[in-house]
């Protein structure tokens, strides 16, 4: 079954603590995506990466960092510089960057402080 | 700046009716959208796109709407269920290629039995 899978489901983070939100995908998918989304709010893009070994930064890419070693898998570490991390966080992949095509998202992971 | 927005946060819908939600855009190079539901603690689900150069794209009870003049498009859903109960968003996509899609903040549906 082709989709996407984030983990942990839920995941507290301490003070002072950096934590990585898992991304994966087996849809073969070249382009992959990171959002947070807040309450009333609109998707807001943390990073984008086109293809394996090249990222960009998104419009909220301050406290985040990301990698993408493997085309499969887009890793999210929320670092300690980010001062208000509660959210629920979104992955998302597209097929390419060339042609118009939805974004499929995962089911997300929420991120609380302890 | 660019936006894409939706007219109302709540619809509420008897079931069996058909509903209609609104999503404008402020940006006249936009030229794709795609409508996602999302579900309490899920991620958002694709439902149907439309590229600019067509009025209305229509798929399995939905139909997608767009109207470029006033840059509005809407997400009609034909005989609501229960199971239609979500928060619907657009998004659009600016420029041939672009990276950044930009999301209203959604309507929320409520069916009502």
């Known amino acids: 079954d082709g989709g996407i899978t984030q983990s942990p489901k839920y995941l507290f983070r301490k003070e002072g603590q950096n934590v990585t939100l898992s991304c994966e995908q087996n849809l073969n998918h070249d382009a992959m995506y990171w959002y947070r989304q807040d309450p009333g709010q609109g998707l807001r893009l943390i990073y984008y990466s086109q293809i394996v070994n090249d990222f960009q930064k998104g419009d909220i890419a301050e406290g985040y960092s990301v990698s993408r070693e493997k085309k499969e898998s887009f890793p999210l570490t929320v670092t300690s510089a980010q001062k208000n991390p509660t959210a629920f966080y979104l992955c998302a992949s597209r097929q390419d960057t060339v042609s118009n095509q939805p974004q499929h998202f995962g089911d997300g992971t929420r991120l609380s402080i302890l | 700046g660019e936006s894409v927005g939706l007219h109302l946060p709540t619809l509420s819908v008897q079931e069996g009716d058909n509903s209609i939600i609104n999503c404008a855009y402020s940006n006249s190079a936009s030229d794709y959208f795609i409508w996602y539901k999302q579900e309490s603690g899920k991620g958002p689900q694709f439902i149907i796109d439309?590229?600019?150069?067509?009025d209305k794209r229509q798929g399995q009870r939905v139909t997608v709407l767009l109207n470029k003049t006033v840059k509005h498009l809407s997400l009609q859903i034909a005989a609501t269920q229960p199971g239609d109960s979500a928060v619907y968003f657009c998004?659009?996509?600016?420029?041939?290629?672009?990276?950044?899609?930009?999301f209203g903040t959604g309507t929320r549906l409520t069916i009502i039995p």
């Open positions: 439309i590229r600019s150069n067509m």
């Open positions: 998004a659009g996509l600016s420029n041939f290629g672009n990276e950044k899609l930009t």
